[in-house]
């Protein structure tokens, strides 16, 4: 089993900036991917950046040139620096963890951490 931990979000200005962090512990043989995704009330969740193993990084539209996605390979550690944050980012974060290989397990999994909420507001 693979636990995925998030941290860093919370109450910030509209302008502001927030650096998220996302930590995986297990017995993790590789990730192909890590991801961080968004849901608001209301809404569908949706997929705000992506980091492969091969650092391949792609973004959401409407966080391009605002949020930056980094990695720590060794700690199995992926981080969401979010600037110039705008009301329409509120939202709870999800970190993701795709196609998981793990010691001892055949095959791949996903594996989803508990969110951590943003709130962008004056």
């Known amino acids: 089993q693979v636990h995925i931990v998030e941290s860093g979000g919370g109450l910030v200005q509209p302008g502001g900036s927030l650096r998220l962090s996302c930590a995986a512990s297990?017995?993790?043989?590789?990730?192909?991917?890590m991801n961080w995704y968004r849901q608001a009330p209301g809404k569908q969740r949706e997929l705000v950046a992506t980091?492969?193993?091969?650092?391949?990084?792609n973004y959401a539209d409407s966080v391009k040139g605002r949020f930056t996605i980094s990695r720590d390979s060794a700690k199995n550690a992926v981080y969401l620096q979010m600037n110039s944050l705008k009301p329409e980012d509120t939202a709870v974060y999800y970190c993701?963890?795709?196609?998981?290989?793990?010691?001892?397990?055949?095959?791949?999994?996903?594996?989803w951490g508990q969110g951590t909420q943003v709130t962008v507001s004056s």
């Open positions: 993701n963890a795709e196609r998981v290989r793990e010691f001892g397990i055949t095959g791949q999994n996903n594996y």
């Open positions: 297990g017995r993790i043989l590789s990730i192909s991917a």
């Open positions: 980091i492969t193993r091969g650092d391949i990084i």
